[in-house]
């Protein structure tokens, strides 16, 4: 079964820290995995997109890196802001001729002053 | 605008009625995908249409819920004789997808649905 799995589901850290978040899938055959932030009462905006053969991609303060041998992705953040409060969603894609994507329920994070 | 647009934003509706749910994707996007989500969890998908047509309807929960899209732009989720299990923010999103791998899917806020 095409699983997505993240933890923690919920994280409080102070402005100005730095967190990871994780992300374990086992969805078959792999096409690529995202994460996407999800602010409250919004739709999920795409942070950074990685295929098989990528292990990194940064987008301003977000790195995310992917191994695909494990199945495991991680989100870093740098130097939080209390605007990086928001749902952090990973997203695995399978092939099977169009983007069926499974998404994971998403990590809650507070950045607090 | 040039993002995903959704409407109603709010909807609240008594059980057993019928409510149509619409999205605007981006103009030019092939692609349109609904999804659902419930309270606290994750995205459901729904249903999915390249042009107007839906080559994968499994994620429609029952024949209560029906979509269609037409002009390969608007399109409208409904649900019939809705049950209170169907309050949930359902969401849109449109990509520029034409068979590749690794394009964005742009999402609207959604429409929160509320059954009584």
């Known amino acids: 079964k095409n699983q997505v799995e993240q933890s923690p589901q919920s994280l409080i850290i102070l402005e100005g820290k730095n967190c990871t978040l994780q992300?374990?899938?086992?969805?078959?055959?792999?096409?690529?995995l995202r994460w996407y932030k999800q602010d409250t009462g919004r739709g999920p905006v795409s942070l950074t997109i990685?295929?098989?053969?990528?292990n990194t991609k940064s987008n301003g303060r977000y790195t995310a890196t992917l191994d695909a041998d494990t199945k495991q992705s991680s989100l870093h953040i740098t130097a939080s802001q209390l605007s990086d409060s928001a749902s952090y969603i990973c997203?695995?894609?399978?092939?099977?001729?169009?983007?069926?994507?499974?998404f994971g329920t998403g990590t809650r994070l507070l950045v607090s002053p | 605008g040039a993002g995903v647009s959704q409407s109603p934003s709010n909807k609240v509706t008594e059980k057993g009625k019928d409510v149509e749910l619409r999205c605007d994707p981006i103009?030019?996007?092939?692609?349109l995908y609904w999804y659902r989500q419930r309270l606290g969890q994750g995205l459901e998908f729904l249903i999915y249409?390249?042009?107007?047509?839906?080559?994968?309807k499994s994620g429609l929960p029952s024949d209560r819920f029906s979509a269609e899209r037409t002009g390969e732009s608007v399109s409208t989720l409904t649900i019939q004789r809705t049950q209170q299990e169907d309050s949930a923010v359902y969401l849109c999103a449109s990509s520029s997808y034409l068979g590749g791998r690794g394009d964005t899917q742009y999402f609207g806020p959604g429409t929160r649905l509320t059954v009584l």
């Open positions: 997203v695995v894609s399978a092939i099977t001729g169009f983007q069926k994507l499974v």
């Open positions: 990685m295929t098989f053969s990528e």
């Open positions: 992300c374990n899938y086992t969805v078959s055959p792999f096409s690529n």
């Open positions: 249409f390249q042009g107007n047509s839906a080559p994968d």
């Open positions: 103009s030019g996007h092939t692609a």
